[in-house]
């Protein structure tokens, strides 16, 4: 990967000159990292497709299965009705209690099809947030699909933590990355419910505000100290403990919503919880006053 500058770093001297060294190294390792992200996005998406295509043999199998043991419940009510009943088949049917079999059965297959439903929808999910997406294939995104698409993936890091309150206004399409805003969306939840040591509320709304879409994400959670504040969105820089967070996550996604012409910023009470805000214009092109919308918030 080469870089290019019109900078000399040599010409700098002293303080100038580790200033430069060291911005040019974290651009370097947030690169990097961008291209682990992209490598982990491909994997997301081939193991998505690998578990695809057994779940389609087993969502035609209980289909049918289901099919099947109606009508054998058909058929053993009809036996019934007849009255040709023998006394052994009398016992046997009080012995492995039939009533309750017919009906337990039926919730069994139904929650397995529910179970499968879940699965295909959390693989349709990676498949939309790990699609790798060049400069230019911004295109109009319902922000409400991707941030249910979002939950689906992150559901098993909120749903021990929080409930989830939807707060959602008509909002308008917006032109963007989808992918991206996901990745976004995903670091957002993720931290909130990190941020509740037992059981919490996440709160998403939505909002159309001065030509854009505003989500916010509150948590009741632990807040933010107010000595760390200005410092969330620097890179590496992360409250978690050791081997618990790269300290990335906030970073990048600034740089995403700042890519899209939009801003982020955190509001945050210690011990009281933690209010994310995004504003995202709807259009690429044109001008946008965003610190009318800023001021809106």
């Not at 978690?240 to 996550?249: E, I």
Request: glycine share 8%; aromatic share 6%.
């Amino acid at each position: 990967m080469n870089y290019t500058s019109n900078i000399d770093p040599i010409a700098l001297q002293g303080e100038d000159r580790e200033e430069l060294l060291g911005r040019l190294q974290q651009a370097q390792r947030q690169l990097l990292q961008s291209e682990k992200m992209a490598a982990i996005g491909q994997l997301a998406a081939g193991v998505a497709h690998e578990i695809n295509n057994p779940m389609g043999y087993v969502f035609s199998n209980i289909n049918s299965l289901a099919t099947y043991v109606n009508d054998l419940l058909r058929l053993i009510r009809a036996y019934e009705a007849s009255g040709h009943e023998s006394s052994e088949v009398t016992a046997l049917k009080r012995e492995i209690d039939v009533e309750f079999l017919a009906e337990d059965i039926v919730s069994l297959i139904a929650e397995s099809q529910d179970g499968i439903d879940r699965v295909k929808q959390i693989i349709r999910s990676l498949k939309d947030l790990s699609r790798i997406e060049e400069a230019d294939d911004f295109q109009p995104a319902d922000l409400h699909q991707c941030i249910e698409s979002t939950l689906n993936v992150v559901n098993n890091e909120i749903k021990y933590k929080a409930t989830v309150e939807r707060r959602f206004a008509e909002i308008p399409l917006v032109e963007c990355l989808p992918t991206q805003i996901g990745q976004v969306l995903m670091n957002l939840f993720v931290n909130a419910a990190h941020a509740i040591s037992e059981q919490g509320v996440i709160e998403i709304c939505t909002a159309a505000v001065n030509d854009g879409v505003l989500i916010e994400v509150k948590d009741n959670g632990a807040g933010i100290s107010p000595d760390f504040k200005d410092r969330i969105f620097e890179p590496f820089f992360t409250t978690k403990p050791v081997g618990k967070g790269t300290g990335l996550g906030l970073s990048i996604s600034y740089n995403i919503v700042k890519n899209h012409g939009g801003w982020i910023k955190a509001d945050s009470e210690l011990g009281r919880g933690t209010c994310f805000s995004v504003w995202l214009p709807a259009r690429r092109s044109g001008t946008v006053d965003r610190g009318a919308a800023q001021a809106a918030t």
